[in-house]
C-alpha cells in the first residue's frame, strides 16, 4: 500500500456563475524529489534511529567539549 497526496485545485472567476474545481491523486513515490526521498530514508525506521542516536551523540560530545574549553578559559589561574 502506498501513500498518495491528493492536489485539490479550485478556481473561481469573478465574472463567471459556475465554480471549477479538479482533484486529482499523485503517487508520492513518482513526484518525490531524490531529497525527499532521501530524508524520508534517513528518518524513518531502524536506520533513521540510529541516525537520531548518532546525532544526539555528535551534540552531546560538541557541548561536552564546548563547555571544557569554555570552564578552563573561565576558571584558569592567574
Given at each position: 500500500m502506498q501513500l498518495q497526496d491528493?492536489?485539490?485545485q479550485y478556481s473561481r472567476w469573478d465574472d463567471s456563475s459556475q465554480?471549477?474545481?479538479s482533484a486529482e491523486a499523485v503517487s508520492s513515490t513518482e513526484e518525490a524529489s531524490s531529497g525527499e526521498r532521501f530524508s524520508r530514508k534517513l528518518c524513518s525506521?531502524?536506520?533513521g534511529i540510529a541516525?537520531?542516536?548518532l546525532g544526539g551523540v555528535a551534540v552531546f560530545w560538541?557541548?561536552?567539549i564546548l563547555g571544557y574549553v569554555?570552564?578552563?578559559f573561565?576558571?584558569?589561574c592567574k
Amino acid at each position: 500500500m502506498q501513500l498518495q497526496d491528493s492536489g485539490v485545485q479550485y478556481s473561481r472567476w469573478d465574472d463567471s456563475s459556475q465554480d471549477a474545481v479538479s482533484a486529482e491523486a499523485v503517487s508520492s513515490t513518482e513526484e518525490a524529489s531524490s531529497g525527499e526521498r532521501f530524508s524520508r530514508k534517513l528518518c524513518s525506521g531502524k536506520l533513521g534511529i540510529a541516525m537520531k542516536v548518532l546525532g544526539g551523540v555528535a551534540v552531546f560530545w560538541a557541548v561536552f567539549i564546548l563547555g571544557y574549553v569554555t570552564g578552563y578559559f573561565v576558571h584558569k589561574c592567574k
